[in-house]
């Protein structure tokens, strides 16, 4: 995948549950990325980081979170204030800037 | 904050004839555009990129071209194949700025 790694790759959530999403890199990358794809939807910010430690809201960051412990892990925790968390969720790093984005294979999550 | 438009949503081309996919951009001090293509279920992977002290870049049968006067930049496919069917994203962006995508082109290559 490219150094940054996602899991699990699919994940099935019941109503009124907390679930967090994994994105790892070795790529030595500072920043990162998560977005939320829906279908036949673009590409919309949840939260990112450009820094261990540090982490800036996206355009749709309510209902989620994300930490920054270490500059290899960037988690998602998809919470029960998510209304409609039903999507395909990327995760990205980035090089430096002027640089694209190496995106991790995704995460695909259900509410069943 | 950046704004990237696509145009069309959605092109549909006989296998080798060439597609064009057109974006525009809202900063003028935007200073780097990749394309990315996304095939159904999987991530989107960058196919080619250009930085705004260029006109042109090409790699084989893709080609960008930027027109910073215009703030466009636009994605040429030569000799389509099958295999290029897929969503194709621009995005723009500056310095440490995060990228700012366009809602993507879904290309469709007709044998």
């Known amino acids: 995948d490219g150094g940054i790694t996602q899991s699990p790759k699919y994940l099935f959530r019941k109503e009124g549950q907390n679930v967090t999403l994994s994105c790892e890199q070795n790529l030595n990358h500072d920043a990162m990325y998560w977005y939320r794809q829906d279908p036949g939807q673009g590409l919309r910010l949840i939260y990112y980081?450009?820094?261990?430690?540090?982490?800036q809201k996206g355009d749709i960051a309510e209902g989620y979170s994300v930490s920054r412990e270490k500059k290899e892990s960037f988690p998602l925790t998809v919470t029960s204030a998510q209304k409609n968390p039903t999507a395909f969720y990327l995760c990205?790093?980035?090089?430096?800037?002027?640089?694209?984005?190496?995106f991790g294979s995704g995460t695909r999550l259900t509410v069943v | 904050g950046e704004n990237v438009e696509q145009h069309p949503s959605t092109l549909s081309v006989q296998e080798g004839d060439s597609a064009v996919i057109k974006c525009t951009y809202s900063d003028s001090a935007s200073n780097y555009f990749p394309w990315y293509k996304q095939e159904l279920g999987k991530r989107p992977q960058l196919i080619i990129d250009i930085r705004s002290n260029v006109g042109e870049k090409k790699d084989q049968r893709i080609a960008v071209t930027l027109n910073k006067t215009a703030k466009h930049f636009s994605l040429h496919i030569t000799e389509t194949q099958p295999e290029d069917s897929a969503v194709y994203f621009c995005?723009?962006?500056?310095?440490?700025?995060?990228?700012?995508f366009g809602k993507g082109n879904q290309v469709v290559v007709i044998p």
């Open positions: 995005a723009a962006s500056k310095g440490n700025n995060r990228l700012a």
């Open positions: 990205a790093s980035r090089r430096q800037p002027n640089y694209g984005y190496t």
């Open positions: 980081s450009q820094i261990v430690n540090d982490f």
